[in-house]
């Protein structure tokens, strides 16, 4: 019962930072883990970062550790993903997702957002 709508995508250069958002509507939003995927064209979907129910522990890829940081505001309702020092690479579809814990929403999440584009020009 939980609608996640993400927000902030756009165009940015190389090197560049862009904040991501994900706003959360329905019951329990504190009792969910929380992560982040991206799907860049013609691969498949992958997690970059989680974050389980209260902040307190965070998870990210290998691929955006150091570069990215996981937060969430439950008064808000929201989970952000800051993304420092961005790469051509990391341009992708970003989705916000909602699980039971970290492990399995960085996996196998139960909610889905509709996803916003990130592109990172070289």
């Known amino acids: 019962q939980v609608e996640l709508v993400e927000s902030g995508g756009g165009l940015v250069q190389a090197g560049g930072s862009l904040r991501l958002s994900c706003g959360a509507s329905?019951?329990?939003?504190?009792?969910?883990?929380m992560g982040w995927f991206r799907q860049a064209p013609g691969k498949e979907r992958e997690n970059v970062a989680g974050?389980?129910?209260?902040?307190?522990?965070?998870s990210y890829a290998n691929s955006v550790k150091g570069r990215f940081i996981i937060s969430r505001d439950n008064a808000k309702n929201t989970v952000d993903l800051q993304m420092n020092s961005l790469q051509p690479e990391d341009t992708a579809v970003y989705y916000c997702?909602?699980?039971?814990?970290?492990?399995?929403?960085?996996?196998?999440?139960?909610?889905w957002g509709q996803g916003t584009q990130v592109t990172v020009s070289s």
């Open positions: 997702a909602a699980g039971a814990t970290i492990v399995s929403v960085t996996t196998k999440p139960t909610y």
């Open positions: 974050i389980n129910w209260s902040g307190g522990t965070t």
């Open positions: 329905g019951r329990g939003f504190s009792s969910y883990a």
